[in-house]
Each structure stands twice: as C-alpha cells, then as structure tokens.
C-alpha cells in the first residue's frame, strides 16, 4: 500500500512538473505575441502565430471579421519599429491539454485609456507552441 502511494505522489509531482514546462512554452510564445504587438517587431509578432492560424475581432469598422497573422500583423506596420506602443500586456492564465492550450491575456493600450482581454487557442507542435487562433473583447467602461 505505501509503495502505491508514492509510486501515486511520484507520478503526480511529474505530471505537474511537465504541465509546469510546458506553460512556460506557451508563455515564451505569449511573450513573443506581446512584445512583437508592444515594440512592434513584426517578425516576432508573425513568429507567435500558425500560418493558417485566424483571429476573429472587430475591425476599426465596428464589423466582427476574420483575419489572418499576416493581416493582423499590417495593423502595425505603420508604428515605429522597435519604439514602445503604449501597449501594456499581462499574461492572465494558461490552461494545458497535452498537446492544446488555451491563455488569457491583458492588453492595455497607453495610460489604461482601454483594455482588452485576449483569449487564444495554441497548438504544440514539435517542441513549440503556436497560436492558432485568437479573438477580443473591450472590457474598460468606454
């Protein structure tokens, strides 16, 4: 019986330990995500996403549409490259499913005057996370 509970303590202590990695994974992905948006370091920024990952937000327009990494990373293209934005990020949580993961994020745009929650979806993929899928919400009372 007291082989069964630490062979049981054993297995638990290593599945958090992995869970533990791998949410660090996903963070250094998240951190490109956030500082390529925040600096505007397009190549990072691109280098977060899946190719064919798709981001379903709300243009300047007001109209909830789809795009794609290379399109949400043209919203940027126009800012000083390297100069920080004003775009203050905040990782919130991290859930990992094996090989899945979803995160939550805080971007809060110069002086809080708005604040988004980022929600993504990510996929591992060899010994890296992607972003496969992001969407947003305003939350601040504007």
Known sequence: ???????????????FSIAQSE???IE?????YMEGSSYVKLEMLKS???????????GRDGLFKRYTP?????FFKNAEKGKFNGRDAKVLAIEVVKD???????IAGPERKWVYIDL???KKF?????????????????
């Open 23 to 25: 949410a660090s994974l």
């Open 28 to 32: 250094k992905t998240l951190q490109k």
């Open 126 to 142: 060899d010994d890296a996370w992607k972003i496969i899928s992001k969407t947003a919400t305003r939350v601040d009372d504007n």
């Open 100 to 106: 899945i993961a979803t995160a939550k994020v805080e």
């Open 1 to 15: 019986m007291k082989h069964r509970i630490i062979i049981a303590i054993v297995l638990l202590a290593t599945q």
């Open 70 to 74: 290379n399109e949400y990373v043209d």
């Open 120 to 122: 993504f979806l990510l």
């Open 48 to 58: 977060a996403f899946t190719d064919n990952g798709t981001l379903y937000l709300t």
